[in-house]
């Protein structure tokens, strides 16, 4: 496949970019570039953390995620899978049941609800790390950011990744099943929508990386759907406190750095979220440092997906929810144990298709050349500033002088050159 | 290096012993050049583990090392000379789990026995001289084509 074949779910609207730079000095991967004013995002390198969409203050990276009121003829029932997020984004003392009528309220069909297909990722992650005998530490797939981000620049790492289908997509495929008997519809006349905290998640459903077509069709932010929301409760009856929750659950800690990993049976495991730190763990696995380390649950937003970018509420607030609404409504999952085993040997948690690493193209296709390139770029870089402005447009000095090499950029619009140069 | 091509990148980095904030940043910077040379996955895999361990015999054991790292589109070269104790007994200290670290060492994470070993494994050809009190120097050398 080739790089500009990467779908992405946010863009640059280039009339309200004025060429600020914050998105800039905070992507990860130092995919984003400001030449002549405006910021650019290089596909190849882009792993739609949502990082920039945060970072600008005019507004102007744009999520692609889809709009709420768009429903397609084609369709004959429309679900929503809310990410457990969506439930802290409300007072505690609102039952998620409440907020599946109120999604029903404004316009759903049917709700599922992600919880028990965490409840069961669970259980199937602990039977997974019981049997692994390859390389250590696995590493957690939930996090389509994370993924993409191993894809494309730890390759080696791809293998490290959990092989077990995520429980958004378990529940989608479970949904369009369980519906298609009830109502005798065909699978392709119902529609799961996912409501979700960041646009990596509209990605892994546009262009999923572990097969051919995701079980969810669209993908519509908790932020677009939170206003409509807010109304509906306001304006619904209140539900009798015996019916808050049949299928309760796990969900809300799933949403919360360290959540899921508190329940695996080891012990070594590490929780590790935000782009940076993320980074810094990947490079020890690469290093070969973290050997003994069986499980890492890594997420691109800091805290978890409640730190996610398609989000409304505080962070801080969002997390504290989530504790309460697990003292809510949590019960034991040691009670699906033997239900998943069943499950699990019957390849209902196994990813279609195995993950495959996407790394990035070399400097230049003949390695003689590209050793040279690295060179020159060493060579200008230690000519440079060091001091990473970011005022030429590049994230970094070291940045820019990949840029020279690669004839993107003059070294002369270095502005400290320049000016230590009068 | 005559027969295997001309150096065309070399470069040099100090590591600093008992610097543990920093270790692995060698490993790390070299790990990234390699990548954006295009060798195979593999191979910087193979590169990444024997640096990153050869950094780390530094900073637990001795005071300062100079590191060179040296490319053809054949051969990768990392060269760890540093100043320390050395090694008394290198047969010795090439066998899985034996270690001369401290107990406040280990408490950290390291100093399993395995440094050595396990730069073996991953180097196609390891030079190791060592003079007590002196120092020691690891060649570690990994032939590109996988």
């Known amino acids: ?422 | 290096m005559s027969d295997e091509g001309q150096i065309m990148l070399r470069e040099t980095f100090t590591v600093a012993g008992g610097d543990f904030s920093h270790a692995g940043r060698v490993s790390t910077t070299i790990k990234s050049m390699l990548k954006q040379i295009g060798f195979p996955s593999a191979v910087i895999r193979r590169t990444a583990i024997a640096t990153y361990e050869a950094e780390m015999n530094v900073v637990v054991y001795a005071d300062r090392a100079d590191v060179t790292f040296e490319v053809t589109p054949k051969t990768i070269r990392v060269t760890l000379a540093d100043q320390g104790q050395g090694i008394a007994d290198l047969e010795l200290a090439m066998q899985e789990g034996f270690s001369t670290a401290t107990d406040e060492i280990r408490e950290m994470g390291f100093g399993a026995g395995m440094g050595l070993p396990n730069i073996k494994r991953n180097a196609d050809e390891l030079e190791i001289n060592s003079e007590v009190g002196v120092g020691t120097t690891v060649k570690i050398t990994i032939n590109a084509g996988e």
């Not at chain 1, 030449?35 to 203050?57: F, M, N, Q, S, Y």
């Not at chain 1, 490290?160 to 099943?177: D, F, G, N, S």
């Not at chain 1, 440079?384 to 994230?395: E, H, Q, R, T, V």
């Open chain 1, 1 to 422: 496949m080739v790089a500009e074949g990467y779908y992405h779910a946010h863009e640059v609207n280039e009339g309200g970019c004025d060429g600020r730079m914050r998105c800039l000095k905070v992507c990860p991967t130092d995919a984003i570039r400001v030449r002549d004013g405006k910021a650019h995002i290089i596909g190849e390198l882009c792993v739609d953390c949502g990082e920039c969409i945060t970072a600008c203050p005019r507004g102007a990276v744009v999520p692609l995620a889809d709009r709420l009121g768009q429903r397609s003829p084609e369709y004959k029932c429309v679900v929503a899978i809310p990410s457990p997020v969506l439930y802290s984004q409300f007072s505690s003392d609102i039952a998620p049941r409440r907020i599946f009528e109120a999604l029903q309220r404004i316009g759903f069909d049917h709700v599922f609800d992600v919880a028990r297909a965490c409840d069961w990722e669970t259980l199937a992650s602990r039977i997974f790390l019981d049997e692994h005998e390859g390389r250590w530490p696995m590493i957690s797939g939930f996090c389509p950011a994370v993924v993409r981000l191993i894809q494309v620049k730890y390759p080696e790492l791809t293998e490290h990744i959990m092989p077990l289908e995520v429980p958004r997509e378990i529940t989608a495929r479970e949904a369009k099943q369980k519906l298609s008997r009830d109502l005798g519809l065909d699978v392709s006349e119902i529609e799961a929508v996912y409501i979700t905290p960041c646009p990596a998640k509209v990605v892994s459903i546009r262009q999923p990386a572990e097969k051919n077509r995701s079980w969810l069709d669209r993908a519509i932010a908790i932020s677009e759907v939170y206003g409509p929301l807010r109304a509906a409760l306001a304006a619904a009856e209140p539900v009798p406190s015996s019916e808050l929750f049949e299928s309760a659950t796990y969900g809300p800690g799933w949403s919360r750095l360290g959540g899921m990993t508190s329940l695996l049976r080891t012990e070594r495991w590490i929780a590790v979220s935000g782009m940076s730190d993320v980074t810094k763990i990947l490079d020890d696995i690469e290093n070969s440092r973290l050997r003994d380390v069986e499980f890492i649950e890594a997420s691109a937003c800091l805290g978890g997906c409640i730190g996610g970018p398609l989000t409304v509420e505080n962070i801080y607030i969002a997390r504290s929810r989530t504790y309460r609404l697990g003292e809510k409504y949590s019960r034991n999952i040691e009670r699906h144990a033997n239900q998943v085993e069943e499950l699990y040997r019957k390849k209902f948690f196994s990813m279609e298709n195995p993950l495959a690493p996407r790394p990035l193209s070399p400097l230049d296709p003949d390695i003689g050349r590209a050793i040279e390139m690295v060179r020159k770029r060493d060579e200008i870089y230690e000519s440079l500033p060091k001091i990473d402005c970011a005022a030429c447009g590049s994230p970094n000095c070291l940045a820019f002088a990949e840029d020279v090499v690669k004839g993107d950029i003059e070294r002369s619009t270095c502005i400290v050159l320049r000016a230590r140069a009068r």
